[in-house]
């Protein structure tokens, strides 16, 4: 069984700041995705970012990149430039590539940006 | 927006009645997944329904099941609910490729909460 874990319950920074949020995770299986969702209080689960496990480059969309340890089993999102639509919860999720296409989720790290 | 939407956006029942939550996805999304999202949690998966058959399951019981139909709606249905079954309830779907692969990327709708009073 695979687990994600978020350390960081709440965090907070200056609009234009940039903040890094953590996730960790376990698994015995080689092949894999991992994922960033944004859900704001409108509650609807929003993709920010994917990260194929056989990739060694990190991926970047826009203002948001991850820096993926694979060894390390880390997965962490930096988001530069914050900006206030950032307000949200973040969840790190895992999803194994073969077999039952489930998304295991993290707790949540929940991102307040301050004007 | 994902191109997903859920029915109700809120729900009050009470203990031991039973409800039926709904989802429509965009066409071509032939796989469809249920999560429950209790508060302060991240989702837990119940299960994945592909071409209208059950294709996985979570750590929910059997008063917890589902179907899916060919126009890409789909249902999630508990019986004899329980107060801890009060949570936000996710459909997320993915499409498949031409070739007949589930591409990796699962899109959510905005969710059903539901309150077991």
């Known amino acids: 069984a695979q687990t994600v874990t978020q350390s960081q319950p709440e965090m907070s920074v200056q609009e234009a700041e940039t903040v890094t949020l953590s996730c960790t995770y376990d698994?015995?299986?080689?092949?894999?995705?991992l994922f960033w969702y944004k859900q704001p209080p409108s509650r609807q689960m929003i993709l920010v970012i994917r990260?194929?496990?056989?990739?060694?480059q990190n991926a970047t969309e826009n203002r948001f990149s991850v820096n993926f340890q694979k060894a390390a089993k880390s997965f962490s999102l930096k988001i530069s430039d914050s900006q206030l639509g950032d307000t949200a919860m973040y969840f790190c999720?895992?999803?194994?590539?073969?077999?039952?296409?489930?998304?295991?989720f993290g707790t949540g790290t929940r991102l307040t940006i301050i004007p | 927006e994902t191109g997903v939407t859920q029915s109700p956006t809120h729900l009050i029942k009470t203990r031991g009645q039973q409800v039926t939550l709904r989802c429509s996805s965009q066409?071509?999304?032939?796989?469809v997944s249920w999560y429950q999202q209790a508060l302060g949690q991240g989702p837990q998966f119940i299960f994945q329904?592909?071409?209208?058959?059950?294709?996985g399951r979570g750590n929910f019981p059997p008063r917890f099941s589902g179907l899916q139909f060919p126009n890409y709606s789909s249902e999630l249905n508990v019986n004899a609910l329980e107060l801890d079954d009060s949570a936000l309830y996710l459909c997320?779907?993915?499409?498949?490729?031409?070739?007949?692969?589930?591409?990796?990327?699962?899109?959510f709708g905005p969710g059903t909460r539901l309150t077991v009073l």
């Open positions: 997320a779907s993915k499409p498949t490729t031409s070739g007949g692969y589930s591409t990796d990327t699962q899109y």
């Open positions: 698994t015995s299986e080689s092949n894999y995705y």
């Open positions: 990260q194929e496990a056989y990739k060694q």
């Open positions: 999720a895992f999803m194994k590539l073969f077999g039952n296409e489930k998304l295991t």
């Open positions: 066409s071509g999304h032939n796989t």
């Open positions: 329904y592909y071409r209208e058959e059950e294709n």
